[in-house]
T-cell receptor, first 112, second 111 residues
Framework: NAGVTQTPKFRILKIGQSMTLQCAQDMNHNYMYWYRQDPGMGLKLIYY???????DKGEVPNGYNVSRSTTEDFPLRLELAAPSQTSVYFCASSYSGHNEQFFGPGTRLTVL | TQLLEQSPQFLSIQEGENLTVYCNSS?????LQWYRQEPGEGPVLLVT???GGEVKKLKRLTFQFGDARKDSSLHITAAQPGDTGLYLC???????????WGAGTKLIIKP
């Protein structure tokens, strides 16, 4: 099993550009999550999904969108990138809501 | 403000020393997890504690959940360079699926 995979690993965007961060898991997990991690701030939940077709906002959803058309994939869309979105983004999945979360390797995004 | 406060934020000690990392809150959690994160990687679960007063051991690491389920600690005995990393606590509240994360303790063990 590959676990949770994320692409790209690094990306530099100009202000106002858009991009999609890809996330896939092969563990047949129902729950998937997107977090951002800023230095000294821990992990902040952006969006999460409890199953295909179902998504909900987390703590910091502004400036992001998600979709969950399949169990395996949970892409995160950034529209009109801003410097405040410079961060490391982690995708995670879990079998159910209160279980261990498995994380991908992260995407380091810089917006200049 | 963080709902889960971790202390210390940073700790650098010599190999062989003991240390304790704390995770505190004024809120009650149904369960609490500890993760370790190494540079360039995502967090990896070390342990989950569920019952107030619970103690779990993972080799040289001892985890304790407070009696009131508002706090937790991680004690490392005879720290080794391989213990170096960012230690994160995270808790579930009964009301939802969202993990509440602490800001982490960055631990460096010098040989």
């Amino acid at each position: 099993n590959a676990g949770v995979t994320q692409t790209p690993k690094f990306r530099i965007l100009k202000i106002g550009q858009s991009m999609t961060l890809q996330c896939a898991q092969d563990m047949n997990h129902n729950y998937m999550y997107w977090y951002r991690q800023d230095p000294g701030m821990g992990l902040k939940l952006i969006y999460y999904s409890v199953g295909a077709g179902i998504t909900d906002k987390g703590e910091v959803p502004n400036g992001y969108n998600v979709s969950r058309s399949t169990t395996e994939d949970f892409p995160l869309r950034l529209e009109l990138a801003a410097p405040s979105q410079t961060s490391v983004y982690f995708c995670a999945s879990s079998y159910s809501g209160h279980n261990e979360q498995f994380f991908g390797p992260g995407t380091r995004l810089t917006v200049l | 403000t963080q709902l889960l406060e971790q202390s210390p934020q940073f700790l650098s000690i010599q190999e062989g020393e003991n240390l304790t990392v704390y995770c505190n809150s004024s809120s009650v959690f149904s369960s609490l997890q500890w993760y370790r994160q190494e540079p360039g990687e995502g967090p990896v679960l070390l342990v989950t504690v569920v019952t107030g007063g619970e103690v779990k051991k993972l080799k040289r690491l001892t985890f304790q959940f407070g009696d009131a389920r508002k706090d937790s600690s991680l004690h490392i005995t005879a720290a080794q360079p391989g213990d170096t990393g960012l230690y994160l606590c995270a808790g579930f509240m009964d009301s939802n699926y969202q993990l509440i994360w602490g800001a982490g303790t960055k631990l460096i063990i010098k040989p």
